[in-house]
């Protein structure tokens, strides 16, 4: 297997006459014939000779793949050089990495050498079948009939034969079947070079399938043990062992582990070698193994980019494929590319001694989800709530059983099916102290390689939650035969824990008061709510305004309805109907069918105020649409059709090479804004109203710390006494800006459940806030029945005001 040497340049061959000049500038030096001068005082050239290569794979007397290839390629029609080119390139070429290809003569003399050496291994091996195959590879090949000749004979008998048909006897379609019985039955042979062509076919044939069989018994092939010295050159294997790497299989590890920069850490072994070697070992891999391309060695370098963008997450990163007769669902492998170590759920490359085939509780007998591993159990199991419709239950699931799986890999070097209830406390101990290299910082999509599955420590409530979900998990693994046992049943925590909503998260008299305000400075301004808003920058004063008008009626219609952002996102006008009166109360405004979480349907009241805000914005969906795309373009169509509560208001489309917005932002179709640009809408509004008060309210704590401090330094008592209440009021301000910034689209619902319930005291009141929210339990609805922080204390100043 050495390689070809690259024909060189002698230095001696001087012509026998001097070179002429040339017509303008300097004569050509003639190339002196004389040996290199060995005088000290000489300049000595740099660099290495003309011709210079180092070798690469070493010398082998032993038949190998590449030559039988070369062979059976010659046997099946191709040229010598092509053959070549095809099965030696990686062994033979030059410095530049092309092949280094003999000269013609050379090959054909190669491939009679190669055709002898094969025969002789088979002729003599004491296997019978072997020495058959040798006998086949030696017989002659019969001469070959040029096509020419053959198609001229066919064509003057077939002319011969139809010329004396009746006319119209057979129709086209027919006369080739026929003109063959013909031939079959007067028992004629078309000619004896049309013979040989059909025998040198089916000898040719024959010779394959002999070679084949050889190369399987005989073929020498490179195996993960044998030794670097065995195929490669000298200075490549010695450089090699500096580095420990000993044998083949070392060798890919560690090109797997290094990445694709391994040749550097590696003298003499320049990339053009590496590739070329590399490309070897690939060819190889039915016994070498592939070469593991996981590792962030392995990622291409980006380029940089001049301004910084928004992160832009893959809508579906996530969906499980259903693939396969067997419906077993996995992730779609090829849109993805999985890694080892730290990675999402659906990235992640699980070691095959930790896939759960042989897990210790794992059923012998077939389970009901049809999964043979960990991985795909887990799958199908959260898929489950994909086809149900249960996208945000789908996503916390996920979020919880992917960190447990990532801990069960790294952690606990376990498969899911063998994990015992030591492994259960153990992650339980895990998660009361989570290791800074499982927490991430940065705001990264999931297929970064820097995406870590926790961004921080977890309070006792998201402890239990995370054990709680695991618990289902491995309860649904049971109950489907796929597990013997619940390693999280017996499982107890140690957390005191206010199962309790948070309803202080909600808005009170002055935060709405505060919303109004800044409500109405936004629409006396016209001003965009920040660059997070999801549509494109308003071009125009009437552009800015209808957003106002949008970001008005989405307000409204969360106050007065206690929508779900999720059941906003997806409600149509066309769910609307006029409420029904009765004689003594006439009817007012619309009821709204909305299919809620655990798809119970419940209506909801619109009035006729949040109805007429509702209007105008649709109204300025439209007119934005017809001045973007016409009014007669599709798009206004869907929408009229769709008629989506909430529409986006793009002026123009995006501009060429734009990242186009996720499904999550707008339904493009229908032209509805969709959920995270509904939530974002708002956030934003919230988050720019609230900061800039809060930057007031810091810069003048600032000040009166200052102030603070010089009043003290002065020994002025009073002076310092009012400074203190001042900072200390600023303080207070500042809390409730940074309240008033963290204001969500689930705030609002909140408001809702307690305004309604204070509106109606009684058990008839909390019975309807159960039906307006869309409760499965009235236990959930009780919740905002209790009273918050400032009516407790007015009602326990009432008893005993003075004291005894």
Wanted: glycine share 6%.
């Amino acid at each position: 297997m050495s390689e070809a040497p690259s024909p060189s340049i002698a230095p001696g061959s001087q012509p026998a006459q001097e070179a002429p000049r040339r017509a303008r500038g300097r004569p050509r030096k003639p190339i002196s014939a004389a040996a290199p001068s060995t005088d000290p005082a000489a300049p000595r050239r740099r660099g290495r000779k003309i011709g210079f290569r180092l070798p690469t794979f070493a010398q082998l007397d032993e038949l190998t793949l590449e030559d039988f290839s070369f062979v059976r390629g010659i046997y099946n029609g191709m040229e010598p050089r092509d053959s070549f080119l095809r099965f030696y390139a990686n062994i033979h070429f030059d410095v530049q990495g092309v092949a280094s290809v003999p000269h013609g003569l050379s090959l054909t003399a190669r491939f009679k050498q190669l055709e002898a050496r094969i025969l002789a291994a088979a002729a003599s091996s004491a296997v019978q079948r072997l020495q058959q195959h040798a006998q086949t590879l030696a017989a002659e090949l019969p001469e070959q009939a040029s096509d020419q000749a053959q198609r001229r004979g066919l064509e003057e008998l077939f002319a011969e034969w139809a010329n004396n048909l009746p006319e119209d006897m057979y129709s086209e379609s027919e006369l080739p079947e026929r003109f063959k019985e013909y031939l079959a039955d007067n028992a004629i042979k078309v000619t004896t070079q049309q013979g040989n062509e059909v025998s040198r076919a089916a000898m040719i044939e024959r010779k394959v399938k002999a070679l084949n069989e050889l190369q399987t018994a005989l073929a020498y092939r490179p195996r993960q043990d044998a030794a670097t010295s065995i195929w490669l050159a000298t200075p490549v294997r010695a450089a090699l062992e500096r580095l420990q790497i000993y044998t083949l299989g070392q060798l890919v590890r560690y090109i797997s582990a290094t990445g694709r920069n391994w040749h550097r850490s590696i003298s003499r072994l320049g990339e053009v070698r590496a590739t070329r070697l590399q490309a070897w070992l690939e060819d190889h891999a039915a016994t070498l193994g592939h070469i593991e391309r996981s590792s962030i060695g392995w990622a291409a370098h980006k380029p940089l980019i001049s301004k910084l963008s928004a992160l832009q997450r893959a809508p579906e990163v996530a969906v499980l494929k259903y693939q396969g007769s067997e419906g077993v669902a996995t992730p779609d492998t090829t849109q993805i590319v999985q890694r080892a170590g730290i990675a999402p759920l659906e990235l992640l490359r699980v070691p095959p001694e930790l896939d759960g085939s042989q897990g210790l509780y794992r059923v012998a007998a077939p389970n009901h989800f049809g999964a043979r591993d960990d991985m795909q159990a887990i799958t199908i199991w959260l898929s489950t709530f994909l086809r149900a419709g249960k996208q945000r239950t789908f996503e916390a699931y996920r979020r919880e059983v992917e960190r447990f799986y990532i801990w069960c890999m790294q952690e606990a070097r376990v498969a899911l099916a063998s994990v015992s209830t030591a492994h259960a406390i153990g992650y339980q101990q895990f998660l009361a102290k989570i290791p800074h290299s499982y927490v991430g910082q940065a705001r990264v999509t999931r297929e970064d390689p820097r995406w870590r599955p926790w961004r921080g420590q977890l309070t006792a409530r998201s402890q239990t939650y995370a054990l709680t979900v695991l618990k289902v998990l491995m309860e649904a693994l049971v109950k489907a035969g796929y597990l013997s046992g619940n390693a999280f049943a017996a499982l107890k925590s140690s957390a005191t824990l206010d199962q309790a909503m948070d309803t202080s998260r909600s808005l009170n008299a002055g935060d709405i008061e505060w919303v109004r305000q800044a409500l109405a400075q936004r629409e006396s301004s016209h001003a965009k709510i920040s660059e997070h808003d999801q549509d494109v920058p308003a071009p125009s004063p009437a552009l800015g305004a209808a957003r106002a008008r949008r970001l008005k009626f989405i307000l409204n219609i969360l106050l007065t309805t206690g929508l779900r952002l999720d059941e906003l996102a997806k409600a149509r006008a066309s769910d609307m109907y006029p409420a029904q009166g009765s004689p003594d109360v006439p009817a007012e405004g619309h009821l709204l069918r909305v299919v809620g979480k655990g798809k119970r349907v419940r209506t909801v009241f619109i009035s006729p105020a949040v109805h007429q805000l509702m209007l105008d914005h649709h109204a300025d969906v439209e007119r934005v649409i017809t001045e973007t795309h016409g009014a007669s373009s599709q798009k206004l169509l869907a929408f009229r059709v769709e008629r989506p509560m909430v529409g986006a208001l793009t002026k123009a489309p995006s501009p060429a090479g734009a990242p186009s917005q996720t499904t999550a932002n707008t339904t493009s179709q229908s032209h509805a804004l969709g959920l995270q640009g509904i939530y974002r809408t708002l956030k934003a509004f919230f988050r720019a109203a609230a900061n800039r008060e809060l930057r007031r309210a810091t810069t003048a704590k600032i000040e009166v710390e200052r102030r603070l401090k010089k009043a003290g330094a002065a020994a002025q008592a009073e002076r310092y006494a009012a400074l203190a209440l001042e900072a200390k009021r600023l303080d207070h301000d500042r809390a409730m800006w940074q309240r008033r910034a963290r204001i969500s689209t689930h705030w609002l619902r909140h408001t809702f459940a307690k305004e309604v319930l204070r509106t109606n005291p009684s058990d008839s009141g909390l019975k309807l806030a159960q039906q307006l929210l869309g409760h499965a339990s009235i236990t959930t609805t009780a919740v905002y029945a209790k009273q918050d922080d400032t009516a407790k204390v007015k009602a326990a100043r009432l008893v005993f005001p003075d004291g005894i």
